[in-house]
């Protein structure tokens, strides 16, 4: 996770770099050359070395313009001056060195970073590029896995963010075409609309002035992996899959001013999808239900970019990407029947340009622009109505029903720096036009939900005997509640939003930095249009010599959380006008629906309806962080962060509508008084008025050495507020749902990301023979979970209440006793449930390696490359390594796996899970299920072995890549 930032200093979407050789008089390079690269008119100088080819590297530089001073034994100084644009792209200088009377001494660097007060040196903000790419995984799924695992958690629920080039919005990149993944070095910038932590910029690859190119292979087959234990426990044979993925790159000149960078990758994935359940068989026994179901899935993603040097002091920069998925049967997961399979497919097509013009010394401008077109497909195999047994399955149709969307992201950035004295100003503003629409009949085919397995039994026994819905209702068993959607498919909105800022890095002294701004961010649906979120950060270098040892830094921010589109397209979808749900209780028709005119008119059917509160606003965060960094020798660098976050007018859904506290039981669902009439029914308001908050503390390490680059951190947090419940038993979408309707306070409790500790360690290794090898270990104490009632208890129509705690005076048919406590299941008006997420699920633990090496063919050339599709790359000075927080700027050299040679072989292994440990997902929760307490399927996220495919516990890849 990201050792705190709170420096002013540079963006990281505009952060640059400078590279290039130093040359002697006769045209040879000039290894061990001492190169200063200082910021004008004032700010902290950088040096480095060049390294055995006379190549040098600087990284993370800010836009401006900066003087270039080469010194060697025996040669006469050189200074140059050159411009940094600020794209995050690299600079080209060589340095010729003239031969000097008298000789000067050479200050040579030592490995580890040295901290400073400026962006560019803090230990945690530079992320992994070039070979050091290498320790992470070529799938992209199983890398933006990685990457927000390294990346650590960010304050409140939303997590790690991905930003492609300064854009949001776009697709996870091949790794082939990634030149470099960073975590944001400066949280509280005011040019950020979020908290730096958790913040993941991933910068492409440009042209380059000569042609290079690679082209890589892996593959997977399930005879090499570890079957998951559901599937070994239960003898159930595993289906037999395989994984291929293919990757190539072409880089080099167009023209004198101009470059290119094209990248291809296609996936075949071939995985399966498991279920785990209880079902009952074709005699109406209760039985387990072990089985796998082929997933077939095949993305391509093809990218071609242009850099043109169209001026002096203008640069344009422009890419493409198209990206596809075809995916058949999705849907089936743990406790999801086969029949609940949908087809589904993917276009997404994104165009970036990049403007960047050099106005003068002092000033940079730059303009973006994003457009980012999607059009997503879903069509069920069966849709029949669906059948929901509470903490048992879901079977029957798919309930998603046949699924069109269309959207269109139009973003406009412009961004300018100006430099003056000891003052870096930024400023600028961003646009954004989004309209999206959508086709779907969801919810049209109807749900049947049953409260239990054995409620499901007796009410198919009792049709089986003859007997009739009223009979066994009677008798107390049959479907609880119907639920059945209609009106027209379509539905549209428009989302407009934009923001403007304005930040000051401020280089009081040498020793002592302070950044300040303030942002305005509006959105049309929201009620509130003006939103100002001031920032502020500093950062102090105790100690009067030039290499500061220690750090210190505070910041304090507000930053504001936009309403998501996907809310703003229910609430016009669901508005009562475009389409309405309607509930019916205890509906005694099962198992064949009525016509929906049915229902429209019934005195027992509840219409439901979604719509956006007029008085809602943004909700933000009031986040303090401070920290100190120590360099402790000069291979060793730790720091230790502090970090508070306090959350209002969080969002949230609730029923504005529901019976009157007192007035519903849930015998008799015709009972209730509702506060706006029964016939409006259940009114879904998204509204902002939750609150969390959140204490966490980091501690990391990181260790560069020639043959070593080792990270690690810890985080402990303790996070509550009340938007803290499962989210799954929500209809409203990612928003928390209020369970009691008039009081807010009973959902107060821990929040679903409130895991409690984590733990990250990994790096690179050369080991004998040149072999690079590669681990991560990842470790957390369990995700917190509810427990809960299999039955409507507000009249809302959802099923998220959760029990009492039993007392004496409970009725002994109302109490249940689990290994969590005993429980009142019929909790009355007058008893207080058990608060929200009291249980912790299983811990996590997996290690994960990677193996390769990298064999050097034909003849020797100027720069090194290869190693699993990386980029040509220059090497000496500092070089970017895994460390911090998750990721952050290393030193000294690149840890192998690359060659001098024209041509480079690679081969490489990818153990996930090496050692096979079983890491289980949280139990069910819901009481009365005959799995309840239990976990029955493995964990997700980064604890799976492979995205999607469950039946696989341990998986073994093998690669090869060829690069010249």
Request: aromatic letters at 10%; glycine letters at 10%.
């Amino acid at each position: 996770m990201l050792t705190i930032w709170m420096c002013g200093g540079a963006y990281a979407q505009r952060l640059g770099g400078l590279q290039g050789r130093v040359i002697d008089p006769s045209g040879a390079v000039m290894p061990g050359a001492s190169v200063v690269v200082e910021p004008q008119p004032s700010g902290l100088a950088r040096t480095v070395q060049s390294d055995g080819e006379g190549h040098y590297r600087v990284t993370g530089l800010t836009a401006g313009r900066y003087q270039v001073t080469a010194e060697a034994e025996g040669f006469q100084r050189a200074v140059k001056q050159v411009a940094i644009s600020g794209t995050g792209r690299f600079v080209t200088l060589d340095i010729d060195l003239s031969i000097a009377a008298q000789a000067q001494q050479v200050v040579v660097q030592g490995n580890a970073p040295l901290l400073d007060v400026s962006p560019q040196s803090n230990a945690s903000a530079v992320a992994v590029s070039g070979n050091n790419m290498n320790a992470l995984s070529n799938d992209p799924d199983e890398l933006q896995n990685q990457i927000t695992t390294l990346a650590g958690p960010s304050v409140g629920a939303s997590g790690a963010e991905i930003y492609v080039n300064g854009m949001t919005g776009s697709d996870m990149p091949p790794k082939s075409a990634i030149r470099e993944i960073r975590v944001n070095s400066n949280p509280f910038t005011a040019e950020n609309d979020r908290l730096g932590y958790g913040r993941i910029d991933i910068f492409t690859k440009p042209g380059a002035a000569a042609f290079h190119g690679d082209a890589s292979s892996e593959y997977n087959d399930s005879v090499m992996n570890a079957v998951s234990t559901f599937l070994s426990a239960s003898n159930v044979p595993p289906p037999s899959y395989h994984t291929w993925l293919w990757d190539a790159d072409l880089s080099g000149p167009l023209w004198k001013n101009a470059s290119f960078f094209f990248d291809f990758q296609r996936r075949n994935i071939n995985r399966a999808s498991l279920v785990n359940t209880d079902i009952l068989d074709s005699s109406l026994n209760v039985v387990p239900y072990v089985t796998s179901v082929l997933n077939p899935r095949i993305l391509t993603n093809v990218s071609p970019h242009v850099d043109i040097q169209l001026s002096a002091n203008n640069t344009l920069s422009a890419s493409y990407r198209y990206y596809a998925i075809s995916d058949r049967n999705d849907g089936i997961d743990t406790q999801s029947l086969p029949s609940q399979a949908y087809d589904r497919t993917f276009h997404h097509q994104n165009v970036q340009i990049i403007d960047t013009q050099v106005l003068s010394p002092r000033l940079i401008n730059q303009t973006f622009f994003q457009y980012l077109h999607f059009h997503n497909t879903q069509t069920p195999q069966d849709f029949s109505p669906t059948i929901q047994v509470l903490g048992a399955f879901t079977g029957g149709g798919d309930s998603s029903g046949t699924f069109n969307r269309s959207e269109t992201h139009y973003t406009i950035q412009n961004y300018s720096t100006l430099t003056f004295r000891k003052h870096q100003i930024e400023f600028g503003g961003t646009l954004l036009d989004l309209p999206r629409s959508e086709s779907t009949n969801g919810g049209f085919n109807g749900t049947f939900t049953f409260n239990s397995l054995t409620d499901y039994q007796k009410t198919l026994q009792g049709l089986q005997n003859g007997m009739t819905m009223a009979q066994i209702q009677a008798a107390g068993y049959g479907p609880s509640q119907f639920s059945i959607t209609g009106g027209n498919l379509r539905a549209s909105i428009n989302r407009i939003d934009g923001d403007l800022f304005v930040n000051d890095d401020w280089s009081v002294t040498p020793h002592l930095m302070a950044s300040y701004g303030l942002r305005f961010e509006s959105e049309n649906y929201v009620s509130r249009k003006f939103n100002w979120a001031p920032r502020i950060g500093v950062s102090w270098g105790l100690g009067r010599s030039s290499n500061t040892k220690t750090v210190l830094r505070a910041g304090w921010g507000i930053f504001y959380t936009h309403l998501d589109d996907d809310h703003m397209i229910i609430a016009q979808r669901m508005n009562g006008i475009n389409q309405r749900t309607y509930l019916v209780n205890n509906p005694d028709f099962y198992p064949t629906p009525p016509p929906l005119s049915e229902l429209t008119g019934a005195a027992t059917s509840v219409p439901t309806t979604f719509q956006i509160a007029p008085n809602l606003v943004f909700p933000y965060d009031m986040d303090t962080a401070v920290s100190v960094e120590r360099q402790l020798s000069g291979s060793t660098t730790a720091s230790l962060t502090y970090v508070n976050s306090r959350g209002v007018h969080q969002f949230l859904a609730n029923d504005i509508n529901a019976p009157l506290p007192g007035t519903f039981n849930p015998a008799d669902p015709t009972s209730g008084v509702r506060p706006l009439g029964n016939a409006a029914g259940n009114i879904y308001n998204y509204e902002s008025t939750a609150i969390y908050k959140q204490t966490q503390l980091v501690a990391n390490i990181h260790v560069q050495t020639s043959r070593v680059s080792l990270f690690g951190y810890y985080v402990f947090n303790n996070a509550h507020g009340e938007a803290g419940l499962n989210l799954q038993s929500s209809p409203a979408g990612e928003f928390s749902f209020q369970t009691n309707p008039y009081d807010l306070s009973q959902d107060y409790g821990r929040t679903s990301f409130d895991i409690r500790h984590r733990v990250v360690i990994g790096g690179s290794f050369v080991a004998p023979y040149a072999f690079r090898l590669s681990p991560m270990l990842i470790a957390s104490s369990g995700q917190p979970f509810s427990i809960q009632l299999p039955q409507d208890i507000y009249g809302t129509g959802v099923y998220d209440a959760r029990p009492a705690p039993a007392t004496a005076s409970t009725p002994p048919a109302n109490v249940v006793v689990t290994k969590y406590g005993s429980f009142n299941t019929a909790p009355g008006p007058n008893d207080t449930p058990i608060r929200p997420n009291t249980e912790t699920g299983p811990n996590n633990f997996m290690l994960n390696v990677r193996l390769s090496r990298t064999f050097g063919l034909g003849p020797k050339v100027g720069e090194k490359h290869g190693g699993e599709g990386s980029a040509p790359e220059t090497e000496g000075g500092p070089d970017h390594g895994l460390g911090g927080r998750g990721l952050s700027s290393g030193g000294g050299t690149s840890l192998g796996g690359a060659t001098n040679r024209r041509y480079a072989l690679t081969l490489g292994v990818s153990v996930l899970n090496a050692l096979n440990n079983v890491n289980l997902a949280t139990p069910v929760n819901v009481l009365g299920s005959p799995l309840f307490g239990q976990s029955i399927a493995l964990a997700t996220g980064v604890y799976s072995a492979q995205v999607g495919n469950p039946v696989a516990n341990r998986l073994v890849d093998v690669g090869v890549a060829l690069s010249f």
